[in-house]
């Protein structure tokens, strides 16, 4: 093949344009040291130079004004984006300084440009990123340690009557079969998870009397859900369904999370009593249901922060709302009326170093935004239509919910990560 044959369509954004001519700056960093008195230098490398690329490029036809348009419009969008050069091929870059755009009525239909354009890189601070990620996990081991602790000392079932034990025992219950409604997709590390879970029913009655065995195997078995899946979205769904855990306050009637054949109906403390105080005993029955929800809940998101903080996110918003879901249940613990001064702490140094890693601060990830779809027509050709390429095929199906994605329905508005 010849090297006509092998030069690729030049584009910019996905805006194609035609190429006259083109140059390109290569190098290293030196930065030469002429010392007083000296007759040799001393040349000092900084590294590989930014690479450079001008581009004199041309749209043409008789409807150049709308390609033109296209171009400047695209290249005055901040940030990055990708260039397609005849030459060498797909390159991220940024337009560096002013763009000159020349038309002539002696030359009708062309708009000639002369773009100059130098190599985006990347945003890379290791030493930080590695930080706030060592930060999150010792936030999360401290976590542990005092959710553990407040409920040893808040649970308490012995010396009371029968039917506060009840009440713990159907709760625990609710949350093993909780535990045994997740799925995993790694069948060794799940198959584990799966025997704990289980175990916690079938020892049950030598568990619930002891707050020392109960805590341990509630926080044992939350700990296995990290190695279920090796993708991390789906171990952060399965947390999330613990966070959740308990659902309306015991004062309603239910414990979500189960299947609809599985619903418990834990012992409800009237309204007329909880009003008025209660007796010791319903106390205790209140308290010790709040312990166990807020152990599960805290263990959760104990777990799930450092995880949702080293996922790979497609676009800034789904950064941001991973992150708020997890910042929305840890507000409402920090709120809860039977939190304990050093648990809450530890909660709020996981807010706190969570909301340092998401969004990360390393990355420059690109938005969503609205994009009308003006025609039906199948989710590959939109991919190609909006990013000359088809791997963002799957992300805008999902993303949009389309039925079929042999039909993508025209006349509405989609929501599309923006090509940086």
């Not at 030049?10 to 960093?29: N, Q, T, W, Y």
């Not at 490029?57 to 940030?79: F, H, K, Q, T």
């Not at 601070?125 to 401290?142: H, K």
Request: proline share 6%.
């Amino acid at each position: 093949m010849g090297w006509r044959e092998s030069l690729r369509k030049g584009s910019f954004r996905g805006i194609p344009f035609f190429v006259d001519s083109s140059s390109a700056g290569f190098g290293r960093r030196n930065v030469l040291h002429e010392y007083p008195l000296r007759d040799i230098p001393y040349a000092e490398d900084l590294g590989r130079a930014q690479k450079e690329f001008t581009v004199e490029a041309y749209v043409i036809g008789n409807d150049y004004l709308r390609e033109r348009d296209s171009l400047i419009s695209a290249c005055e969008r901040p940030g990055r984006g990708e260039l397609i050069h005849p030459y060498y091929g797909s390159i991220f870059v940024v337009v560096s300084g002013k763009i000159r755009v020349s038309e002539s009525t002696s030359e009708g239909g062309v708009a000639r440009f002369s773009i100059p354009f130098v190599e985006a890189g990347e945003r890379i601070f290791p030493s930080a990123r590695n930080d706030i990620f060592s930060r999150i996990a010792n936030a999360r081991d401290n976590l542990l340690s005092k959710a553990q602790a407040a409920f040893d000392l808040a649970y308490q079932v012995l010396e009371f009557p029968q039917f506060v034990l009840n009440t713990a025992k159907e709760t625990v219950r609710a949350l093993s079969d909780t535990f045994t409604g997740i799925k995993g997709s790694i069948e060794g590390t799940f198959a584990e998870f799966y025997h704990s879970a289980k175990q916690i029913a079938e020892d049950i009655d030598d568990l619930i009397p002891d707050a020392g065995k109960l805590s341990p195997a509630i926080l044992g078995t939350i700990s296995k859900i990290s190695t279920i899946s090796e993708d991390p979205r789906e171990v952060i769904e399965a947390y999330k369904i613990l966070m959740n855990f308990g659902g309306k306050d015991f004062g309603g009637k239910d414990i979500p999370n189960q299947p609809a054949s599985n619903q418990l109906d834990p012992p409800v403390i009237p309204a007329l009593v909880a009003a008025l105080g209660g007796t010791a005993t319903r106390v205790r029955e209140k308290q010790n249901l709040d312990a166990i929800v807020g152990l599960v809940k805290q263990a959760a998101i104990a777990w799930v922060a450092p995880i949702a903080a080293q996922a790979a996110y497609p676009s800034l918003q789904d950064a941001i709302t991973a992150r708020d879901e997890i910042l929305t249940v840890i507000d409402q613990q920090m709120e809860a009326e039977e939190i304990d001064d050093d648990t809450y702490q530890a909660l709020h140094d996981v807010r706190k170093t969570l909301s340092e890693a998401l969004p990360p601060p390393t990355e420059d990830l690109p938005s969503v935004v609205p994009y009308q779809n003006i025609q039906t027509r199948p989710s590959l050709v939109l991919a190609y239509d909006l990013y000359e390429k088809l791997d963002r095929e799957t992300d805008i199906v999902e993303r949009n919910q389309v039925e079929h994605p042999g039909f993508v329905p025209g006349g509405i508005t989609l929501e599309v990560i923006r090509d940086r």
